[in-house]
């Protein structure tokens, strides 16, 4: 809990993913994705309640090898609508209630509850008045690989403060526009719950990236900047990188 708002965070997980098939079983350093995101995403100091929530029944077995919070959902391609299915589910059947829902997809095995805790504190800041926004994003720094990388999402900011409207594309960019999206956000319930009245829209449909659907409708949202190299696991050579990276890292971003 952050003031009076209670936290949720939802791991979105499924074994279809075009690139990866069964990404989230796929072992990093031995412990399986899914696990690793799971795990560093604990202790966060504002979080109340965290739940994987995927369609797959051999993700479900696998998860509960190391917690309960898990649920089932119908199949999306969608990890923000399987999102929603998941905090109805939460909310209906567990009989609990949040203000604002952190999702890590799982494609994000660097995460950390350093950087979790930092979209949290972005969002309550910045709820009111002529700060008010609707979603924190997290971006982190673009490597000279992944300016040219077609899978990593690139952010665009309005100004140097990487404040208010943003823009990612899966194609290659200028150096000097250097975010890259991560798959971290932290939202409102009722910006989550409304997602899923919102029709896809046209660049949503070109880029196949979800975020275009809250800032084409003109929702309001704000970067959150980790001056650190995030790398994500989008087709299986990453997990050689993320394993490298993992031997790199003190801990702290």
């Known amino acids: 809990m952050i003031g009076d708002m209670k936290v949720l965070c939802l791991i ?10 069964g990404k989230p079983l ?9 696990q690793t995101i799971y795990d560093n995403t604990q ?11 995927t369609e797959d ?13 898990v649920l089932l959902t119908d199949k999306h391609s969608d990890c923000i609508i399987r999102s929603v299915e998941g905090l109805d589910i939460i ?15 799982g494609d994000e095995p660097l995460v950390t509850t350093v950087m979790v805790d930092k979209a949290i504190e972005e969002l309550y800041n910045n ?21 040219h990388n077609l899978n990593a999402v690139k952010v665009f900011s309005e100004n140097d403060k990487m404040i208010a409207c943003l823009y990612g594309r899966r194609v290659a960019v200028p150096k000097l526009q250097r975010y890259k999206q991560t798959g971290i956000f932290v939202l409102r319930r009722e910006i ?16 196949n990236i979800d975020m275009l659907r809250f800032l084409e409708n003109k929702y309001k949202i ?3 900047y980790i001056n650190k190299y995030l790398p994500s696991v989008d087709v299986p050579s990453d997990i050689d990188i993320i394993e490298k990276e993992i031997k790199c890292l003190s801990g702290k971003f």
């Open 127 to 147: 709820s009111e008045f002529e700060n008010w926004c609707d979603l924190v994003n997290v971006c982190s720094s673009l490597s000279d690989f992944d300016v």
């Open 43 to 53: 202790n966060s100091k504002y979080i109340d309640n965290y739940f994987i929530i």
């Open 26 to 34: 796929a072992k990093i350093n031995g412990k399986t994705m899914v």
């Open 222 to 224: 704000k970067l959150c």
């Open 12 to 21: 979105p997980v499924r074994m279809g993913s075009h690139r990866f098939p």
């Open 91 to 105: 909310e209906t059947n567990k009989n609990k209630s949040f203000d604002y829902i952190v999702i890590v997809q």
């Open 57 to 69: 029944e051999i993700i479900k077995k696998e998860v509960l090898k190391f917690t309960s919070n």
């Open 192 to 207: 989550l719950k409304n997602y899923r009245w919102l029709s896809p829209t046209f660049f949503e449909e070109i880029l």
